[in-house]
């Protein structure tokens, strides 16, 4: 665990991850970092890159400027995300004994893209551990299904790049028969087996489709608003037992939760975001 | 409804919750507004005031720069907050169309208090909706018990000003008998009987006692790290619902999450946060 938590400040390794949301500070002041990166092809869903994509990127900037992995991250989507170069802004807010905290904004081309506004420091800072929920249940990793679409259509490039498995019964959307409940529980992984870090993880919060192809509503890829994540440990080696789930879908804006643990049985991460169900073309 | 929602942004009205968390502009720039506010005594527990009610102060600063109330705003806490003036800076990040987006600092004497990212704007902006899950069940608001302390030691004013009720079964911890679930669940209301606007809800997210007190662990206040309320409609007269529940409690750190509806069964707010248990005194 040791070596695996010091990825995500390795801005040198050539690991993957740390290669398509590798960051380079150009300008480092008191309290204000300066960082170029690049939005890089392939991440995204119909030309716009992925949400968890975006705040890993984002993400991994705040966590190199004030030097600790991401405990607790909040991210604001302002506009879409095209592939193409980008900057990253970090302001250092508090530098504490324990914790450090930082906002940020991530700016292309066409402006704002994210805000961001994260609390850094230990995961696990000691203290008591009282565990009364278990891991999501799932079939073994090869007994689960691919995500959408399986056969129709070509397989976006990111589903490529990770290894998502839907657990059977909460994958028939992708025929037409959605099971009901906004909800889909599965594995994570990257295809090329890397190991998944605290930057990993925040990809992983918003890896799934939307839990809301289960219900009777036409699908549709909803927009997130703002997405916070608390990333609760550095995951063991292994796919990640994942439960998403939307349980209030009001007037348009809907909520998603989501839990993931790690191999061992440990929640390393929860999710909320508030999204939009886009209105229907009049 | 269209009268309730306006109050949140009356700043001369004269009910208490506008009193209690007031702002005044004194700067008004393009993208910074700056305002004066104070944080009035009475609103805290051993000297440092609560968080929802802070956030309601900082929330409210933000609704009124951006002229668009909460949707879902984040705050992380920085230190204590004892009574007393304090600054709250408004940046608006982006004004579009459908929404707002803000960052906020509130400073006070002792140095910056809170940093917050928010999204403002129509918390029911039109689309489908799907309710799948019903209110908390409650006894009647007459049967259900007082919060803590109950007669041992003096009732916080904070305790006096709200007209919190818990729910038989989850007020055993009062007495020395935690139920054993890191859950409570009861009844907000103002002890006046005002209305609860969207500001007000800021507050009732953090207004109970934590849930963790229902486990063995010893009680202890928890220091809350990061609050995100997603606000989803302002509620209709009368006590409001709610359910907290802590599920995750991690070395140390633990969330909280909460549910509000309002007197018509409708879901008015989530909350989720990250808090801190304290470490035993070596």
């Known amino acids: 665990m040791p070596a695996m938590a010091g990825v995500f400040v390795d801005a040198t390794s050539v690991n993957r991850r740390v290669t398509e949301t590798a960051v380079g500070a150009t300008e480092a002041g008191a309290d204000v970092t300066r960082f170029a990166a690049e939005v890089k092809p392939g991440w995204d869903i119909g030309g716009n890159a992925n949400g968890g994509y975006l ?51 991530l700016t292309m081309a066409s402006g704002q893209v994210l805000a961001l506004l994260g609390t850094f420091g230990d995961q696990t800072p000691g203290g008591p551990s009282r565990t009364t929920e278990a891991p999501v249940v799932l079939p073994d990793y090869d007994d689960c299904e691919l995500p959408p679409p399986s056969t129709d259509g070509p397989v976006p490039e990111m589903f490529r790049r990770l290894a998502v498995r839907i657990r059977p019964g909460d994958e028939g959307f992708r025929a037409g ?102 209105r229907p073309p009049v």
């Open 177 to 278: 028969n959605p099971s009901g409940r906004a909800e889909i529980r599965g594995w994570f992984a990257f295809a090329d087996g890397e190991l998944i870090d605290a930057i990993g993880l925040l990809l992983v919060a918003d890896a799934f489709p939307p839990p809301i192809f289960n219900t009777d509503l036409p699908a549709a890829w909803v927009p997130t608003v703002e997405l916070t994540v608390h990333v609760r440990g550095v995951p063991e080696p292994g796919p990640l037992r994942c439960w998403f789930r939307t349980r209030f879908i009001h007037d348009g804006l809907l909520d998603e939760e989501g839990e993931i643990w790690d191999s061992t049985g440990k929640l390393v991460a929860q999710s909320r975001q508030l999204a939009l169900y886009p």
């Open 55 to 105: 705040m890993a990127i984002a993400g991994r900037a705040m966590a190199e400027a004030v030097g600790r992995p991401p405990v607790t991250l909040t991210a604001h989507y302002l506009r879409p995300a095209p592939a193409g170069p980008c900057d990253i802004e970090v302001t250092t807010v508090r530098s504490g004994r324990r914790f450090a905290t930082a906002t940020a904004t």
